[in-house]
């Protein structure tokens, strides 16, 4: 098993389940829905690193999951202030694009 994918599927796990967390305080509908949808974004990331785990390890890949292990601390504060909800979802939207760039670059191994 490649740990460094390893290590990304429980990160995108542990912030599905911080987004989860904050579905219980939210009571406007369309903040709902848009935690809802992150929390589907985070899930489809999960599986698609799953079916990668038995990629090969790589420096570079290790790099790049290193660097979204230090942007998760970016993403925890902003889920924490999900009612600054534009911000926060932007920070969100940013760190799945660099989630992205780990996934795409286990592909090609």
Do not use: W, Y
């Not at 790049?64 to 942007?71: L, N």
């Not at 009612?83 to 992205?100: C, G, K, R, Y």
């Amino acid at each position: 098993m490649n740990q460094s994918l390893k290590d990304l599927q429980d990160i995108l796990f542990n912030r599905v389940r911080l987004l989860s967390k904050q579905l219980d305080d939210v009571t406007d509908p369309a903040q709902a829905q848009a935690i809802l949808d992150e929390m589907r974004e985070f899930n489809h990331r999960v599986t698609m690193v799953g079916g990668l785990l038995f990629r090969e390890q790589s420096a570079e890949l290790e790099a790049k999951v290193e660097a979204v292990s230090k942007a998760k601390r970016r993403v925890d504060e902003a889920i924490k202030n999900i009612q600054e909800l534009n911000d926060s979802l932007q920070v969100i939207t940013d760190f799945l694009a660099l989630v992205d760039e780990a996934i795409d670059l286990a592909k090609l191994l």
